[in-house]
């Protein structure tokens, strides 16, 4: 695919772009097939006047954009003025949060319909109104776990940040996200549990910021830390 959204793995209908938050640093955003002709756009970037909206034209109509929590909501509102068909969706316990933040009517995620092979839901356990997304589609399976999983290749540039990660034991690299856990998770065993089994099942795992996971090795590694969590 052209310009900045690239598909995960063939036939996923999960299409993934980078942007940059410049007060934190990498940022992933998802294109999500809904339909032949329907896409749902997860963490917009903050700009769609630029190539972002423009490359997905081909794919089909925007119809849905989603916060997968309550802090990557930057972009909605751009957005929705430009995609005025498309419902704006957040976890069923933050629409009013997001709502607030972004200026516009939020739907819960719990009334989005996705086709087959495409599950979009709230993360258990968590106060930030997390999301993960599961897609089973072209015989592999694209998982997104929100802020839980981190693979970034430098600190956050927010000085407030990059203590904080520090502080909770989040390191560049391949790792949990300590902070997330630490402050959102509610019922971690819960959150954990969830994230282990889809884990298991992944062929490549999206986080919110960083690289995505990929190898066999890379796999491993992010199942063996969530068990290792789990295990505390």
């Not at 909501?73 to 995609?83: K, V």
């Not at 776990?145 to 990059?162: C, G, K, T």
Request: net charge negative.
């Amino acid at each position: 695919m052209t310009g900045p959204w690239t598909e995960c793995l063939a036939g996923s209908g999960v299409f993934r772009a980078v942007y940059d938050c410049p007060a934190f640093g990498p940022v992933n955003a998802l294109a999500i097939r809904l339909g032949e002709l329907e896409l749902a756009v997860l963490s917009p970037p903050p700009d769609p006047e630029g190539a972002y909206l423009d490359a997905l034209s081909h794919l089909g109509q925007v119809t849905a954009l989603i916060a997968p929590n309550r802090a990557h909501t930057a972009g909605l509102s751009d957005w929705a003025a430009r995609c005025p068909q498309a419902v704006v969706y957040a976890a069923d316990d933050v629409t009013d949060a997001v709502a607030k933040a972004c200026g516009v009517a939020v739907q819960p995620i719990s009334r989005l319909v996705c086709p087959d092979g495409l599950t979009i839901y709230p993360a258990p356990g968590v106060s930030s109104g997390s999301l993960f997304m599961v897609s089973s589609r072209g015989g592999t399976v694209v998982a997104y776990l929100d802020e839980l999983v981190v693979w970034m290749s430098e600190w956050p540039r927010n000085w407030v940040s990059r203590m904080l990660y520090f502080l909770t034991g989040t390191r560049p690299g391949l790792t949990l996200n300590h902070l997330f856990l630490r402050w959102f998770g509610q019922d971690k065993d819960a959150l954990l549990k969830e994230a282990d089994a889809v884990a298991q099942q992944a062929d490549q795992i999206v986080g919110a910021h960083g690289h995505r996971v990929e190898t066999r090795e890379d796999l491993n590694t992010v199942r063996a830390l969530i068990r290792a969590r789990r295990a505390r």
